[in-house]
């Protein structure tokens, strides 16, 4: 039986990330994603810009999307009454956040008007209700996977909305996010596996660093049910191409 604290064990084995879930090892849903799908344009920007230059970009790209997923965080799971008290709790809780962590001045810069960009656009206004923040999911289909999604809510009509919070350094066309939807599919289906509640929805929220508009890609249950279908295709072949001994 998978616990809360098992739930939180991960190992990194050849590379590759995976969740301890009880007497098994599932690989993680951006590991499966970054194995088994095309990266070929990331490896010619990289090849283009230089190793070095590549690595330092995709530091600062990591570290300011991981302060604004930490506030983002602090913000909707904040038990303060009124909206601007959990702002401003955030805005507390993220500078030792940062310093803890040893991110520069200017990562936690950019990564708090990644924040805002939701806030300010009143994206927030769509949760009426956090049902849970950071939650483990797994599924032994196919083989099995895991993950931790952002947040999953309830909206205005009581609906099921499984959320993922993505950071860019410019606004993204729709058709380069297959892997975000295939994501949130993951996830979707693996909710439903354990909880037994179908989520009705998924949503992208992408902060930008080149203007103030996030974009927000809705995903209907038919869109969920397409992607997760192409997904489990991916977990399945990850299986057979990556067998993982579970003595390891």
């Known amino acids: 039986m998978a616990t809360a604290e098992s739930l939180a ?10 969740y301890c879930i009880g007497e098994n090892k599932y690989p993680s849903v951006t590991t499966i994603l970054g194995a088994m799908t095309d990266k070929s344009g990331i490896d010619k ?15 600062f790209s990591a570290n300011r ?44 810069t ?27 999911l797994f599924s032994p289909v196919m083989g099995g996977y895991a993950g931790r999604v952002d947040i999953i809510y309830e909206n205005e009509k009581g609906s099921l909305v499984i959320l993922d919070f993505k950071s860019s350094k410019k606004p993204k066309k729709e058709d380069w996010i297959e892997n975000y939807k295939m994501q949130i599919a993951a ?8 909880n037994g509640r179908k989520p009705q929805s998924g949503e992208i929220w992408i902060s930008n660093e080149e203007d103030g508009f996030p974009q927000i890609f809705e995903m209907s249950f038919d869109d969920i049910s397409k992607y997760g279908k192409m997904f489990l295709k991916l977990v399945k ?12």
């Open 45 to 59: 920007w990289r090849k283009r810009v230089g190793e070095e230059k590549a690595d330092a970009i995709s530091k």
């Open 187 to 194: 996830y979707s289906l693996a909710y439903w596996e354990m």
């Open 110 to 136: 950019v990564g708090r008007k990644l924040f805002f960009n939701f806030y300010n656009s009143k994206c927030f206004d769509r949760i009426a209700n956090v049902v849970s923040i950071e939650d483990t």
């Open 65 to 108: 999307g991981t302060v604004m997923h930490q506030l983002n965080e602090y913000f909707l799971g904040s038990e303060k009454e009124t909206q601007r008290d959990r702002l401003i709790e955030a805005q507390q809780l993220i500078v030792p956040f940062c310093e803890e962590n040893g991110f520069t001045e200017e990562e936690m």
């Open 237 to 248: 072949e990850f299986h057979n191409k990556y067998p993982l001994d579970l003595n390891i």
């Open 9 to 18: 064990i991960t190992k990194t084995i050849n590379g590759k990330r995976y």
